[in-house]
Structures are given as C-alpha cells and as structure tokens.
C-alpha cells in the first residue's frame, strides 16, 4: 500500500512538473503576439522615414539577442523547477527556491521588453507614438477582455 502512494505521488509531482514547463513556455511566448502587432504597426502603418528604420532596426537587434538569452533562462529554470518537483515529491524548499527563479526570469524578460518598447517609441513622432500607444495598451489588455 505505501509503494502505492509513493508511485501515485511521483506521478503526481511528475505531472505538476510538467504543467510547469508548459505553463513557463506559454507565459514566454505570450509577449510574442503583441510583438507581431506592434512590427506590423512599425512598418506597414506608421510611415516610417529611413532614419527610424534604421534606429528600430538597431532597437530590435538588440533586444531580439537579449531576449533568447532570457528565454533560455526561463527554459534553465523550468527544468530545475522540475528537478526539484521531482526530487522533493512536494512544496518543499528546492521548489520554493525553483519558482522564485523562475518569477524573476519572467520579471527580467517583462522589464527589458517594456524598456525595449520605450526605447522604440522615441524614435516616433508624436502621431506615431500614439498609434504605438494605443497598440501596446490594446497587446496588453487583450486577455483581459
């Protein structure tokens, strides 16, 4: 009977496991939709002069290096997350120290996306900016509705 619950436990824990590896990639890859809406605003409707290509061009290199660094991180931490869930069989301290790694990743990727967004709306004029503004708020407020 207890050999029964300890395989009935790890196939829990290997489950829970699981659904946080697949629950860090979806919170990853979430930021990439409002990506694609705000490049299809950048440059098929803003009307942007050579120079502001050539800035955002720059922006978004940049940013683009950072942010695989950062989603591999976030990969990192899901694995050791699962490590843990898996060596501990329950909410213990690996696996308190595992999510917290893991929330700052995200909290990392989620600051450097804002300040990359920031960085992109200076190179806009006014008109521009606040067409970039209204896209970013509606990227960011989509689930909520």
Known sequence: MASRRLVLFGLVAFIAALAGVLA????VETPRASETELHSLLHSQLKLSPAQKVKLD???AKFALRRDALELDMR??????AQAIEAEHGYGPR??????????????LQKETLQHLFAMRVVLDREQ???FDKTVVKALTADAR
Do not use: C, P, Q
């Open 24 to 27: 860090g990639r979806l919170i």
């Open 58 to 60: 720059r922006i978004e």
């Open 76 to 81: 990192a931490a899901n694995i050791r997350l």
């Open 95 to 108: 696996v308190t120290e595992a999510i917290d790694e893991t929330h700052r990743v995200m909290g990392e």
């Open 129 to 131: 900016a606040a067409m």
